[in-house]
């Protein structure tokens, strides 16, 4: 099993920046692919961004250009900063680890709240 534990949600403002943390334990030999997902109230989960362990990253086009995504093999961490941040950034983050058996592990999930 994996257990992803985030970190770092809250309010900010329009145009402020939030950085959210994931770190992973249990089975982590059994990772591959990490990234973030966010779902808004009455919506599906959407993909974020996403990172493999060579560092290729994937970004939802709403998002490309102002929210990074990194990660820290040794550590086992993946982290999202965020800037620029909009009021339709509002949701529920929530951090996603892929095994190489094609199973998904999900976070508990962090909100994050753009709003003056």
């Known amino acids: 099993q994996v257990r992803l534990v985030e970190s770092g949600g809250g309010l900010v403002q329009p145009g402020g920046s939030l950085r959210l943390s994931c770190t992973a334990s249990g089975s982590i030999f059994k990772i591959s692919g990490m990234g973030w997902y966010r779902q808004a109230p009455g919506k599906q989960r959407d993909l974020v961004a996403t990172i493999t362990r060579l560092g290729n990253t994937n970004y939802a086009g709403s998002v490309k250009g102002r929210f990074t995504v990194s990660r820290d093999n040794a550590k086992n961490t993946v982290t999202l900063q965020m800037n620029s941040l909009k009021p339709e950034d509002t949701a529920v983050y929530y951090c996603?680890?892929?095994?190489?058996?094609?199973?998904?592990?999900w976070g508990q999930g962090t909100q994050v709240t753009v709003s003056s």
């Open positions: 996603h680890a892929g095994s190489w058996d094609r199973t998904d592990y």
